[in-house]
Structure formats: C-alpha cells, structure tokens
C-alpha cells in the first residue's frame, strides 16, 4: 500500500497564492475562484504522487537536486519532498525567470 505524503504551504507559497489571486480577481472575481480551485487541486495531488514534478533544472545545472517543480500553466509551483513530507516553496508566473523571482525571494527575507 502506498503511503500517502503530508502537503504543507510555506507562508512564502501561501502569500504567493494570495497575490495571484487577488491580481485576477481585480478584473475577474469568478475566474480568480477557478484559478485557485485549479491550483489547489493540483497541489493535493501531491499527496500521493509527489515525484510527479521535475527537478528544477535551473537549480539541477548547479546541483541542487531537493526542489521540483510542475506547471499548472502559466503558474509553477516549486516544492520540496523529504521523508514523507511535501512543503510547497512558491507558486509563480512560469514565465518569469526563476533566478530573478528566487533572487527576490531571497532579498526581501526578513532576518
């Protein structure tokens, strides 16, 4: 029997949901409703094929190999599995450049 794993959101992704939202529910409230449903629904399917996604190849190219990624277009949403655990890193616009976005994230950390 399979094991099925624990989905967690990092407030980072959670804040990352809200912001596209909330941006698509300025011009259409129904469409933002089906967007977040959509995105929601692929995320749970995490809890029992977490390695559904792929490396992330602009981190894989360095050799970081912990975080995946899958497109539920034209969103990704990156996260990391570890044991029997899946915590959802960032959900953003696939068709930014994830060096810029990681960047970002990574200055605007509170410390």
Do not use: C
């Not at 989905?7 to 596209?20: F, K, N, Q, R, T």
């Not at 011009?27 to 559904?52: E, G």
């Amino acid at each position: 029997m399979k094991q099925d794993f624990k989905v967690i959101w990092a407030s980072s992704a959670v804040h990352d949901l809200e912001g596209i939202i909330a941006h698509i529910a300025e011009d259409s409230p129904a469409n933002a409703r089906k967007i977040l449903s959509k995105i929601k629904k692929s995320v749970s399917d995490l809890y029992h094929s977490p390695h559904r996604g792929r490396l992330v190849p602009e981190l894989q190219s360095q050799g970081i190999i912990l975080y995946r990624e899958f497109v539920i277009a034209p969103w990704m949403v990156m996260y990391r599995v570890s044991e029997h655990t899946v915590l959802v890193l960032s959900v953003f616009d696939s068709r930014q450049n994830i060096e810029d976005i990681l960047l970002k994230k990574l200055l605007n950390l509170k410390i």
